[in-house]
């Protein structure tokens, strides 16, 4: 069975250039979620999506970071204009009631 | 204060030692608890769950402690490949929410 797929795995962009990320969770997976891990840190929370609504954006920066989760599967999160301090590695898991959650490969970002 | 803080690290050990790690959590609400590896540039990924009566898998042994707020990890017998970064994760409420501290390094000398 596949696991979480993220693309792109890497992108250099400069600042105040939008990006986005992509995310294909495992199939059936009713939760997904995105982090942002910077170096030597923890994953931290972005925003999380029970099927297509948004039940946790607390975390995310709204004035540049947007996410959708269209017909609550793929999702996309995207920064517009991107800052030098976004530079991280962007996460996507996806998991079900009561298990684990299951990461993707991340996309490293840097802005330059 | 961090909802989840864990202790800093990084901890060198030689082959077949036995270390442990240590967690606090601050938010009593918390209801499931997990220990995650993380390789060096690569996805967390789930080293065990964490239950009340305690458990183990093999060389690896969690312990929950929900009055003190604590949850340990002890690893014996270390191996080279026990290198990695040890994430404790705390999942707050009912809902999905997980919370994941900073990670202690860990590395198994030769």
């Known amino acids: 069975e596949a696991g979480v797929v993220q693309s792109p795995r890497y992108k250099i962009i400069e600042k105040k250039q939008p990006v986005a990320f992509w995310c294909n969770p495992i199939?059936?997976?009713?939760?997904l979620y995105w982090y942002l891990q910077n170096l030597g840190q923890g994953p931290e929370l972005l925003i999380r999506?029970?099927?297509?609504?948004?039940?946790?954006d607390s975390q995310l920066p709204k004035d540049r970071f947007s996410a959708e989760r269209l017909k609550g599967v793929d999702s996309t999160l995207k920064i517009q204009p991107a800052e030098l301090g976004d530079s991280a590695v962007y996460l996507c898991?996806?998991?079900?009631?009561?298990?684990?959650?299951?990461f993707g490969q991340g996309t490293r970002l840097t802005v330059v | 204060r961090k909802e989840v803080e864990q202790d800093p690290g990084p901890f060198n050990v030689p082959e077949g030692a036995t270390v442990a790690f240590n967690c606090t959590y601050s938010?009593?609400?918390?209801?499931?608890f997990f220990w995650y590896r993380q390789d060096c540039r690569k996805e967390p990924k789930l080293l065990m769950s964490?239950?009340?009566s305690g458990n183990e898998d093999g060389r690896f042994t969690a312990q929950l402690n929900r009055a003190s707020q604590y949850i340990s990890l002890l690893i014996r017998d270390s191996k080279l490949s026990d290198s990695a970064t040890y994430l404790c994760v705390v999942n707050r409420g009912s809902a999905r929410q997980l919370t994941f501290g900073s990670g202690t390094q860990l590395t198994v000398l030769p």
């Open positions: 898991a996806s998991g079900e009631r009561n298990t684990e959650a299951f």
């Open positions: 199939s059936g997976h009713n939760t």
């Open positions: 999506y029970e099927n297509e609504e948004a039940v946790d």
């Open positions: 938010n009593s609400a918390s209801q499931s």
């Open positions: 964490v239950y009340s």
